[in-house]
């Protein structure tokens, strides 16, 4: 049982020791997050598309 305990207080210790971000910086890490995902899902979604036309023309779509 004192495993568990002294792992739990360690533990605590090195979140007492972390850096964290300021508001301004955790909403300018939470743009760069949003907008990247917003551009990989379009990325994504043309190259799906462009896929799909092409499998269509060359008579394997739908």
């Given at each position: 049982m004192?495993?568990?305990?002294s792992?739990f207080?360690?533990?605590?210790?090195?979140?007492?020791r972390?850096?964290?971000?300021?508001r301004?910086?955790l909403?300018?890490?939470?743009?760069?997050v949003?907008?990247?995902c917003?551009?990989?899902?379009?990325?994504?979604f043309?190259f799906d598309?462009?896929?799909?036309?092409?499998?269509k023309?060359?008579?394997?779509?739908?």
């Amino acid at each position: 049982m004192s495993g568990v305990v002294s792992f739990f207080r360690e533990g605590w210790g090195e979140l007492k020791r972390v850096r964290w971000p300021s508001r301004k910086e955790l909403l300018s890490y939470t743009v760069v997050v949003l907008t990247t995902c917003i551009i990989m899902a379009i990325v994504i979604f043309l190259f799906d598309l462009g896929v799909s036309e092409l499998l269509k023309l060359i008579g394997l779509g739908r």
